[in-house]
């Protein structure tokens, strides 16, 4: 059995889909957030590389959907529906949103990580899909790679090891 595995990457501000065997990664996850969500009986995610966490912060016409926690959520959640997965089934893990500097203010534009965070997490509330597994917050830039087949999210953060969710 020696299948040919593709690892689709996600840019920043980027969505993309995968079904098993292929696995699915980004990378330079600091204040962004990484959303997977998938179907674990059809084997088919999506992720979603957060920037912020609103579009009604967008001041560009022509705006990137996928760079806000809100419109993104809402295509990928869309773009995994058409692909016959079922919502009732859809899990989410999440991954990210790290505070990646101090700032003097107590500002709340300056908490970009934190806000990904509650945005993502209030979105995925209203849509009803559990969030079984996160690990976000913290300091550190994160890399993140989910395999539909086994639901494994594998992150690796910068100066703290590696680990599975």
Do not use: W, Y
């Given at each position: 059995?020696?299948?040919?595995?593709?690892?689709?990457?996600?840019?920043?501000?980027?969505?993309?889909?995968?079904?098993?065997?292929?696995?699915?990664?980004?990378?330079?996850?600091?204040?962004?957030?990484?959303?997977?969500?998938?179907?674990?009986?059809?084997q088919l995610a999506g992720m979603?590389?957060?920037?912020?966490?609103?579009?009604?912060?967008?001041?560009?016409?022509?705006?990137?959907?996928?760079k806000y926690a809100d419109t993104a959520l809402d295509d990928l959640l869309r773009g995994?529906?058409?692909?016959?997965?079922?919502?009732?089934?859809?899990?989410?893990?999440?991954?990210?949103?790290?505070?990646?500097?101090?700032?003097k203010t107590s500002s709340d534009m300056m908490r970009i990580g934190p806000r990904n965070i509650e945005a993502v997490k209030e979105k995925l509330a209203q849509f009803h899909i559990p969030i079984i597994a996160e690990d976000v917050g913290g300091k550190s830039g994160r890399t993140i790679v989910f395999d539909p087949s086994t639901t494994d999210l594998h992150i690796r953060k910068v100066n703290h090891g590696e680990v599975t969710i």
């Open positions: 059995m020696n299948e040919v595995l593709n690892i689709i990457k996600v840019g920043i501000a980027d969505l993309k889909f995968v079904s098993a065997p292929d696995r699915i990664r980004t990378s330079g996850l600091g204040s962004c957030v990484g959303v997977v969500l998938f179907d674990p009986r059809k979603a590389h957060v920037m912020l966490p609103d579009s009604h912060m967008a001041k560009q016409e022509k705006m990137n959907r996928f995994l529906t058409d692909n016959g997965a079922s919502k009732f089934r859809m899990k989410a893990k999440i991954a990210g949103g790290a505070q990646m500097f101090s700032f």
